[in-house]
Nanobody, 121 residues
Framework: QVQLVESGGGLVQPGGSLRLSCAAS????????MGWYRQAPGKQREEVAT???????NYADSVKGRFTISRDYAKNTVYLQMNSLKPEDTAVYYC???????????????WGQGTQVTVSS
């Protein structure tokens, strides 16, 4: 069993910053990619940022230049540094991981439970 636990969400004023963390634990042989998605009320879940083994990153156009994704490979943890936050960044943020539970299985995608980020004055 694999668990992803997010932390770091909260209420912040426009222009402020937050740092989200997501730690993966449990039966993990290797992780190929970790990322962040978000879902605002009444909208579909959208990809925010992804980081793959080797360090390559990908960002949604709406967050480029403001958000930075990073990863601690030793801790199986992914971070999302969010700067210059806007009200439209308000959403539940979910992390995910594409991983192998063991050497002889296929890759699976695991999801965290989500953390609320609210940007409001």
């Amino acid at each position: 069993q694999v668990q992803l636990v997010e932390s770091g969400g909260g209420l912040v004023q426009p222009g402020g910053s937050l740092r989200l963390s997501c730690a993966a634990s449990g039966s993990i042989f290797s992780i190929s990619a970790m990322g962040w998605y978000r879902q605002a009320p009444g909208k579909q879940r959208e990809e925010v940022a992804t980081i793959i083994s080797g360090g390559s990153t990908n960002y949604a156009d709406s967050v480029k230049g403001r958000f930075t994704i990073s990863r601690d490979y030793a801790k199986n943890t992914v971070y999302l540094q969010m700067n210059s936050l806007k009200p439209e960044d308000t959403a539940v943020y979910y992390c995910n991981a594409d991983l192998l539970p063991s050497y002889d299985t296929d890759f699976i995608r695991s999801w965290g439970q989500g953390t609320q980020v609210t940007v409001s004055s």
